[in-house]
């Protein structure tokens, strides 16, 4: 078991964006974020799961080069919805 607040592993992330995988699901994903925000249950219940049920307080540092440090996930995953770099991990 992973220490709560971590991010998943790289075959745990496998799994969690195994039904995410096809671009227009991951969109789908990135427009709820965008209407509702990152408060939305169903968005949290997403940003939990991807980091062992609890969404990391800031800063976040992630693996995008020359874009290593966000002020929170919520702000990460945004990013990575924006530039539709969805499977980038923190």
Request: aromatic share 14%.
């Amino acid at each position: 078991a992973q220490q709560p607040g971590t991010p998943l592993s790289d075959q745990e992330y496998r799994q969690f964006f195994r039904s995410l995988r096809a671009a227009r699901r991951a969109s789908t994903a990135c427009l709820l974020r965008a209407l509702y925000g990152c408060q939305n249950p169903l968005v949290r219940k997403l940003d939990e799961y991807e980091n062992h049920g609890v969404i990391p307080e800031g800063p976040i540092c992630s693996e995008l080069p020359g874009t290593p440090f966000f002020p929170d996930f919520c702000t990460f995953s945004f990013y990575r919805c924006t530039r539709k770099k969805y499977f980038i991990k923190v």
